[in-house]
Every structure is written in C-alpha cells, then in structure tokens.
T-cell receptor, first 112, second 116 residues
Framework: SQQGEEDPQALSIQEGENATMNCSYK?????LQWYRQNSGRGLVHLIL?????REKHSGRLRVTLDTSKKSSSLLITASRAADTASYFC????????????FGTGTQLKVEL | GAVVSQHPSWVICKSGTSVKIECRSL??????MFWYRQFPKQSLMLMAT?????????EQGVEKDKFLINHASLTLSTLTVTSAHPEDSSFYIC????????????FGEGSRLTVL
C-alpha cells in the first residue's frame, strides 16, 4: 500500500524558477528520503532527512520535514531543463525493517 | 555512490515462459535487496525483501511461487517470473543496501518485461 501521497502529481515550470513538491505520509518514520527517476530508468537517491531533523540542504535542493503534520517538501531552486524527471518521497517506517515505501510521485517538467 | 547493475534492461517473452532478472551490487556487499514493480506513470510497489542466504519475505498479495527470488550471494539477487502472462508486463527494479549504510538505497536501472 502507498504510504505517501505527493502533490502536485504534475508540475510544469520555466527554467530558472523554483519547484516545490510536497509529500504526506501516515505512520511514524525513522527517516524520509527523496528520489529522482528519469523516464524508464532506475531511481537516484537525492537526500535523506531523519525524523529528528527539520530541514536539510544539498546543493540546489532543500528538504523540510514536519513530523507533527506528517509531511515533507522538496524545493529545487533555479531549476534547469535537466531537472525534468519524476520525484518520489519514500519513508522508512518505524519498525518497518528498513523497507522503503514510496509516494505517488510528482512529474516535473522544466521548460526552456 | 554504490553501483547496482540490473540485467537485462528489457526483455520480451512469450506467454507461459519464465524470465530471470539479475541484480548485482558491483562495489559493495548487499546484505539486503529489494524488488519493486512499477506500472507506467505510477509509483514503485515493493514486491519482496531478500536477505543474503535466507528466504525472501514477500509483500501481501505477491505470489511467491510466481515471483521466485534468490539471494545466494552478497552481490547477486535474482527475480524469476515464472509462467509469465501479459499482466506480468511491467518495469521491475531492484535496490540494495549493505552493512554500514545509513538508510539510502541504491537502485538498478530497471528491467522492462513485455509478455506477448
């Protein structure tokens, strides 16, 4: 079953703009991760935020986590056409044995 | 980052035949491997978790006799789709974690199976 719901399902922006994607989940977690998937390819790990962290940065990525609301957001700043991909949040549930449960994903399109 | 290789990247087979997909960790020992299935424009659904040297643990609703998973070594896990049918057509992705990993998974490039 899907742990996470992401919104928007699809997002289209112009190059240089910021892109924000949101993820909500249902159970308590050890950590939450964001992955990127280019069409027809495997997933690439972007960033991991632990349950006791509230914000994390990595290059042009900024992730926030609000465990009280069971939600997270991924911000990509100064987007580029190469950022076009699907983005998934994944949660490592408490007591879940390190299994990740993936959200529904956001399809991001960055246009020139 | 750690490298996971998946093979074949695509395969077409006739209904009723069996297909084997391999997942290899190239530069680390994968103590745990996960197999996912993904339908077009949808999320990944975990099928099973395999630990080296032990039987795989299947998620609810996944037929273990149909999707045979073997994790015989610390660098190789295989998924065999037995007696494949057109509804088994999908994108199958493996991921792996190893000792000392901090939670992130490393994914193979996926295998697209088309059953005619």
């Amino acid at each position: 079953s899907q742990q996470g719901e992401e919104d928007p399902q699809a997002l289209s922006i112009q190059e240089g703009e910021n892109a924000t994607m949101n993820c909500s989940y249902k159970t308590s977690i050890n950590n939450l991760q964001w992955y990127r998937q280019n069409s027809g390819r495997g997933l690439v790990h972007l960033i991991l935020i632990r349950s006791n962290e509230r914000e994390k940065h990595s290059g042009r990525l900024r992730v926030t986590l609000d465990t009280s609301k069971k939600s997270s957001s991924l911000l990509i700043t100064a987007s580029r056409a190469a950022d076009t991909a699907s983005y998934f949040c994944a949660t490592d549930r408490t007591g879940g044995g390190n299994k990740l449960t993936f959200g529904t994903g956001t399809q991001l399109k960055v246009e020139l | 980052g750690a490298v996971v290789s998946q093979h074949p990247s695509w395969v077409i087979c006739k209904s009723g035949t069996s297909v084997k997909i391999e997942c290899r960790s190239l530069d680390f020992q994968a103590t745990t491997m996960f197999w996912y299935r993904q339908f077009p424009k949808q999320s990944l659904m975990l099928m099973a978790t395999s630990n080296e040297g032990s039987k795989a643990t299947y998620e609810q609703g996944v037929e273990k006799d149909k999707f045979l998973i073997n994790h015989a070594s610390l660098t190789l896990s295989t998924l065999t789709v037995t007696s494949a049918h057109p509804e088994d057509s999908s994108f199958y992705i493996c991921s792996a974690s190893g000792r000392g990993f901090t939670g992130e998974l490393f994914f193979g490039e996926g295998s697209r199976l088309t059953v005619l």
